[in-house]
């Protein structure tokens, strides 16, 4: 379908082509005409429809992609794309899409690692969330209801309009999209305190596959829990959250502290491991990895930056890292007092001092082509398993690669496994984001840089979680479970499945089986069907 105009094929394959696009050109017709009648207004219909014919169909497509690897020609593109700006144009959307046979793709900030959200090797429509965006604090109750297509910045923003001594704890970035980010868990410096964004969610509304608009009441316990963490795919469209808010004080510390090998960061990074999980929970304390320029001329080095947000003042700060953590050395002179709203811009990596409308601005600016990794870890790595990394980073590949470790602790060991589905709680020291990026166009490149990611991620296998090794859903990837090929039946779901979800997979699988039947809602990773045998497959592996 993506080739059709191009005169290089061969004639019966054009001929082909051009017969099944008469093909969709009237199945995509009779979904217009579905939508219109199916609307309850369908005056607005037309200004929420787009086909490749409006002019403006790329823009609104190339809108929020993040990962711009799934921005090229050769990437399959929707046959339609519906900005629903009423709930009846999800409704519609969704019955019309069954009527006519096309599977859908559901976006809300785009964010998605493998593309998930916008691309499918299927004809489909794209129903991008884009203008539900709609956020109402209630500082009375501390609560909130944020819609779907919202921004994490749009929330913190929101929420700090109305007071200083309230927050959420959701993710860092501010551009990342409510609809997946809690769907699949959710989390930024806020985790060792509250735990995650879906950890703290207490009502929703969802379009389920019969086009019913349910809240946390009518849709039952067993799909309220499902969709806090099960990733967003798999049960139906989420059109808002209820969300609770929670205290933050009126000033908080921040601190950046960088160390490179020549500064013994393999050394504190090693002892990081023994202590950043064990820490107060109101101090989140992650490591940054990267490989830098040495102050040696034509040497590289790799660098260790130790971010840290604390719920207080540097004065309580300085004597509980001193006690805890000393080979750091933090200084007064690391440390900056501000608003909680102003570490959300430090976090952000915007300048401090930058107006806080940078929060409203839906445009990332780091959008790349990248691939994106994730573990969990137990076990402290030894030192010689550290200098096995900065090898991996010292490769040409590796320049533009970097880590985060994050801390767990806290909270997120006192929330049980089964909570929700996210699983990965007490036990977990910290976990791993490997993300590597690039600006080369083209499959060679990409292949190189992905192949670096594997082979960094297979080095990594004796120090992580095993059995299963696991993952976090919201860092999707299409790699695990398969044979990097992209091989997804049924029987490799139940890899993937485990890894994200451990012993809550058959529970969401049982959630799906009943709420969705016929598997409407579907992606490469989506949750699977309940098929009789599929225990004894997972046995033979
Ligand atoms: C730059 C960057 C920074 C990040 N930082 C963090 C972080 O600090 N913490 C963290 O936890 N994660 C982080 N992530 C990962 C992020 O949580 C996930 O990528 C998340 O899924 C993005 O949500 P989205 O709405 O923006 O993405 P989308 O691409 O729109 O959607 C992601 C998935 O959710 C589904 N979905 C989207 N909207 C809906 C809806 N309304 N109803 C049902 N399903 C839906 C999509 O179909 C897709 O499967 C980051 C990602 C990026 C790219
Ligand atoms: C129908 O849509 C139009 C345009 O978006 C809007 O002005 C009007 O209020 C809507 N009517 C109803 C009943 O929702
Ligand atoms: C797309 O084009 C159609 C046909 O010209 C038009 O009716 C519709 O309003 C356009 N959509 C938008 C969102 O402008
Ligand atoms: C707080 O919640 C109560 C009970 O749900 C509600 O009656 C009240 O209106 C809410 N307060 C505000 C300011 O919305
Ligand atoms: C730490 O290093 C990063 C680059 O990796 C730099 O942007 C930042 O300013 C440094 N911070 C401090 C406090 O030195
Ligand atoms: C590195 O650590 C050693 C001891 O562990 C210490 O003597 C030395 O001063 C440290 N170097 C730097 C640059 O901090
Ligand atoms: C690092 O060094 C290389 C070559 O020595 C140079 O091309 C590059 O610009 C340097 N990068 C930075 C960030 O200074
Ligand atoms: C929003 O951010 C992007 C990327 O950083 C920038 O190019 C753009 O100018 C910003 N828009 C506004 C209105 O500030
Ligand atoms: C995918 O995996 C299944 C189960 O291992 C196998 O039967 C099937 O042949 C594979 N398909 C492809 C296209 O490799």
Known sequence: MKHVGSSVFPFAF???????????????????????????????????IYTPSNSSYSSVLQFSIQNTRFSTPATPKPLVIVTPSHVSHIQAAIICSQTHGLQIRVRSGGHDYEGLSYVSDVPFVLIDMINLRSISVDVENSTAWVEAGATNGEVYYRIAEKSKTLGFPAGLASTVGVGGHYSGGG???????????????IDAQLIDVKGRFLDRESMGEDLFWAIRGGGGASFGIIVAWKIKLVPVPSTVTVFTVNRTLEQNATKLVHRWQYVAAKLHEDLFFRVRLTSVNSSQEGKRTIQASFLSLYLGVIDKLLPMMQESFPELGLMREDCIEMSWIESILYFAEFPTDESLDVLLNRTSPTRSRFKAKSDYVQEPIPELGLEGIWQRFYEKEGETALMFLTPYGGRMSEISEDATPFPHRAGNIYSIFYGVFWEEEGTAASERYISWMRRLYSYMAPYVSKSPRAAYVNYVDLDIGTNGKGNTTYRRASIWGKKYFKNNFDRLVQVKTTVDPANFFKNEQSIPLFSFGWKELISGI
């Open 187 to 201: 989390y930024g410096a806020l985790l060792r305190k509250y735990g995650l964004a879906a950890d703290n969610i």
């Open 14 to 48: 054009a001929l082909l082509l051009s017969f099944s696009w008469a093909t969709w050109a009237h199945t995509h017709e009779n979904f217009l005409q579905c939508m219109t009648l199916r609307s309850e207004n369908s005056s607005s219909t037309s200004k929420v």
